[in-house]
């Protein structure tokens, strides 16, 4: 079980991939090259789906892409209202990328999701897309009328949601990864053949798409309660 235990500790240290040797040196983290590499993958992939784009007769790659797109656009205006088109782009990629993320180590690779520093910028940056967009829809005063609603009793309690939120949305995301990095590692460990396979379709793809998901889902519903409509 030690051997089991050290072999964890490693595993999930964000050990440093490589050194760019210019002002005394920057180390790159193993997280930040996976998310690299996450990075060109998809604009490769984006490069070649693209290349022969077609508006009679289309291909059955545009047809999927663009079922993907309206299906992305059909979701995001449903959750966020009439201002909705600015945050598709947006939304799409996050779940792109949190969606590779969460998966790549069927590849081989460790998620960088299950470093919270990834994690935490995602939920820094759905912090500013969420209020940013409460305060340029509502302007100044609507915007700060929104933290006083439904009534002002409330106000220190949405107030406290400024930082509640965007942690919910890092901690959400950190643990369910890194729980299930553990789980795989464990059963990687105590059965090394054949049981792992199983295990991975749930932990490594059903579970990795499902908080992908529940990311995207709660940036889109947080950004929605922000700018929706008075009634």
């Known amino acids: 079980m ?18 760019i040797p210019v002002l005394g040196g920057i180390p790159i983290a193993s997280a930040v090259l996976v998310s690299w590499i996450i990075m060109a993958v998809w604009m490769v992939a984006t490069l070649l789906a693209t290349r022969n784009l077609k508006v009679r007769d289309p291909g059955k790659v545009q047809v999927v892409l663009e079922s993907a797109v309206n299906f992305l656009n059909g979701f995001v205006k449903e959750t966020i209202g009439p201002h909705w088109r600015p945050f598709a782009p947006y939304l799409g990629t996050v779940a792109l990328y949190i969606g590779l993320a969460n998966i790549i180590s069927i ?11 990834v994690t ?25 009328k929104r933290f006083a609603e439904p009534m002002p009793l409330l106000t220190p309690i949405n107030l406290m949601e400024v930082a509640i939120r965007p942690l919910a949305l890092c901690m959400r995301l ?12 464990m059963i990687k460990y105590l059965v090394p053949a054949v049981v792992p396979a199983v295990f991975c379709i749930y932990f490594d793809l059903f579970d990795g798409l ?18 929706k409509e008075e009634e």
């Open 2 to 19: 030690e051997g089991f235990k050290q072999a964890l500790v490693e595993s999930l240290a964000n050990e440093t991939a490589f050194t």
């Open 174 to 185: 950190f643990g369910n990864v890194l729980g299930a990095f553990i789980i795989m590692e």
């Open 120 to 144: 935490a910028a995602l939920a820094i940056m759905s912090l500013f897309l969420i209020y940013g967009a409460q305060f340029r829809y509502n302007g100044l005063r609507g915007g700060m």
């Open 210 to 227: 499902i908080q992908t998901i529940v990311f995207v889902f709660l940036t889109a519903l947080f950004a929605g309660e922000g700018i």
């Open 107 to 117: 590849f081989g690779l460790v998620p960088p999701t299950k470093d919270i520093s």
